[in-house]
């Protein structure tokens, strides 16, 4: 089985607010000191159940990223968490494409790497939320689509089963492959990498894609950010007086209900 996992670099949302700041045009977060970007959270558990998968059935597995040259990092994380190889397209016109020409890039390169059985992609970025690039991509590659998937049961033949999240519950569905499935977090908890994985992703040589490796030309759909903006946040606490801690019970349910909270 051939395996396909989309992988965007974004910076680290576990970032405490306080310490996000903008460049000076406003354009872009600054990572502060010591804080490398990483992968994107929802694309971590693409891989990971990508892993599973090939430990199971066999096959291979491509990560494939749209970025600047400094997403070769997560792409090497990848490796270094046991991906085969990885392929990053990096040409300047597709920076600043729109969720559509985005997906269409990727699309042209998973159809440049063909024999694919199965598109692993995270179900949306931290960064956008988003969740549009995996539908663009399925509709360019003519595949079925299904997200968010909570769980990939079975691999029965040309076919997987997998639960796909709704409000209620879930739904289980059975598709035909080739397919492409938008991990959600609840599948898994994605691996650290080995020494050995480690080593590996050291040695690992990355490919750069550009328009003429895909026979493409820029996107004639481009997305310009004006600005970011920050929210300043503040909070507060106050204490609930009292000697006893029945008469803080009371004092805080009295507080609570003043509020409206009960």
């Known amino acids: 089985m051939n395996i396909i996992v989309t ?11 306080s310490h996000i700041e903008l460049d000076p045009a406003g354009k872009r977060v600054v990572p502060p000191f ?9 694309d971590a558990n693409a891989l990971e159940e990508a892993l599973r998968l090939r430990a ?11 970025g600047e040259d400094s997403g070769r990092e997560s792409l090497k994380r990848a490796i270094a968490m046991g991906a085969d190889s990885a392929i990053l397209l990096s040409d300047p016109d ?23 059985d ?7 970025a931290s960064d956008t939320d988003g969740g549009q690039v995996l539908y663009w991509i399925a509709e360019a590659l003519d595949l079925p689509a299904v997200s968010p998937v909570s769980r990939i049961e079975e691999l029965d033949g040309r076919n997987v089963t997998v639960h796909r999240l709704i409000e209620e519950g879930y739904q289980r569905l059975r598709v035909e492959l080739p397919a492409l499935l938008g991990i959600s977090s609840e599948t898994n908890e994605p691996r650290l990498p080995s020494l ?16 003429p490796d895909l026979g493409l030309e820029a996107p004639a759909a481009k997305v310009e950010l004006r600005q970011l903006r920050t929210q300043a946040r503040t909070s507060s606490a106050e204490l609930i007086a009292g000697n006893l801690g029945a008469e803080q019970g009371v004092a805080l349910a009295d507080k609570l209900h003043e509020l409206g909270l009960i």
């Open 94 to 116: 597709w920076m600043h494409a729109d969720s559509a020409g985005v997906g269409r890039l990727l699309a042209a390169a998973i159809r440049k790497v063909g024999d694919v």
């Open 196 to 211: 050995r994985g480690t080593m590996a992703a050291g040695r690992a040589m990355i490919p750069g894609w550009k328009a």
């Open 7 to 17: 992988i965007k670099q974004v910076v680290d949302p576990n970032i405490p607010p």
């Open 34 to 42: 010591g804080i490398p970007p990483v992968i994107n959270g929802y």
């Open 56 to 66: 199971k059935y066999g096959g291979r597995i491509t990560a494939l990223g749209l």
């Open 118 to 124: 199965l598109v692993l992609c995270g179900r949306q």
